[in-house]
């Protein structure tokens, strides 16, 4: 079952903050983010596998309610690097290995 | 460091003809995942092995078939290509072991169909 991530876009301004959220019908064991440029290979940002984790990779943090079945990436203070696509991948709880399914993803646009 | 390496970057196939894959996962990885990605779309996955065993199975149709070899590098195969195979491929490797880690993309394999 795909993650459903929302909003499906996002245009800031450099300096501003986003949320992307994204959740799942079923139970989940691990959380992933990765942020992909046009052409480009997904680039790994974060994994979150305990319920209730935060995690942190410069201003760029992420949580996972595991009861909620949810997580969210908290991008603070936004560069134009940042501009690309969000994806999350899920693995659920119980599951095989070996089996990441990503969101649809949100789009991100940094303007100056 | 060493990353996932994918062959070719680029291929043109015609329709009904077939084509091959390759990904090198990075070494002491033991998982790979093969990611079909059409023009704007997300990656949907189309299976994966741990330890040369297929592990799961997404949305790969029945004409593309997949295997991991000893040397843990893995093939995608794909016969009776149609227009609507025209996509990026991609291929992540992971290293399983105790517990999940993050996968690892390789910078795909561009496959157009003509």
């Known amino acids: 079952q795909q993650p459903v991530q929302s909003p499906q876009a996002v245009i800031l301004r450099e300096g501003e903050d986003a949320v992307i959220n994204c959740s799942s019908s079923?139970?989940?064991?691990?959380v992933h983010w990765y942020r992909q440029k046009h052409g480009e290979a997904p680039v790994f940002l974060m994994i979150?596998?305990?319920?209730?984790e935060q995690k942190g990779h410069e201003k760029i943090s992420a949580s996972f309610n595991e009861k909620k079945q949810q997580s969210s990436l908290y991008l603070t203070a936004s560069q134009l690097s940042y501009s690309g696509t969000y994806f999350c991948?899920?693995?659920?709880?119980?599951?095989?290995?070996?089996?990441?399914?990503f969101g649809k993803g949100t789009k991100l646009s940094v303007k100056p | 460091a060493a990353g996932v390496i994918q062959s070719p970057r680029h291929l043109i196939k015609e329709k009904r003809e077939t084509a091959t894959l390759k990904c090198y996962p990075i070494?002491?990885?033991?998982?790979v995942y093969w990611y079909q990605q059409g023009p704007g779309q997300d990656p949907q996955f189309l299976i994966s092995?741990?330890?040369?065993?297929?592990?799961d199975k997404g949305s790969i149709p029945d004409r593309f078939s997949a295997q991991q070899f000893s040397d843990y590098h893995s093939e995608l195969n794909m016969s009776s290509l149609e227009l609507g195979d025209s996509a990026l491929y991609f291929c992540?490797?992971?290293?399983?072991?105790?517990?999940?880690?993050?996968?690892?993309f390789g910078q795909g394999t561009r496959l157009t169909v003509v």
């Open positions: 992540a490797s992971s290293r399983t072991g105790a517990g999940r880690t993050e996968a690892f």
């Open positions: 079923k139970a989940l064991y691990s």
């Open positions: 979150l596998l305990k319920g209730g």
């Open positions: 991948g899920t693995e659920r709880h119980g599951g095989s290995q070996g089996n990441l399914i």
């Open positions: 070494p002491r990885h033991d998982t």
């Open positions: 092995f741990y330890e040369k065993m297929q592990s």
